[in-house]
């Protein structure tokens, strides 16, 4: 079992940043990946970006450029930081890891980008 705790999250205005931690606790060593989805009122939840344990990365084109995932191994703990953060940005966000062939998810955390 893999628990995921995310913080970091809150009120931004447009073309400000933030940066989400979710920090892993439990059956880490098994953990392969980790990364982030991120879910708007009434729509459904959609990648943002991963990151493997030999730290590959990859994004969805809509924060290329402008999100930036990483790890810290010693922490169990990724973070996404966010800059030129836009309206539509807004969402909840959700730490995920991969483990054992299982997916685990955090219980999500609020990002509000707005004037």
């Known amino acids: 079992q893999v628990q995921l705790a995310e913080s970091g999250g809150g009120l931004v205005q447009p073309g400000g940043s933030l940066r989400l931690s979710c920090a892993a606790s439990?059956?880490?060593?098994?953990?392969?990946?980790m990364g982030w989805y991120r879910q708007a009122p009434g729509k459904q939840r959609d990648f943002v970006a991963f990151?493997?344990?030999?730290?590959?990365?990859d994004y969805a084109d809509s924060v290329k450029g402008r999100f930036t995932i990483s790890r810290d191994d010693k922490k169990n703990t990724v973070f996404l930081e966010m800059k030129g953060l836009k309206p539509e940005d807004t969402a909840v966000y959700y730490c995920?890891?991969?483990?054992?062939?299982?997916?685990?998810w955090g219980q999500g955390i609020q990002v509000t980008v707005s004037s």
């Open positions: 990151i493997t344990s030999s730290s590959t990365t």
């Open positions: 439990g059956s880490t060593f098994d953990i392969n990946s």
């Open positions: 995920y890891s991969g483990a054992s062939g299982r997916t685990y």
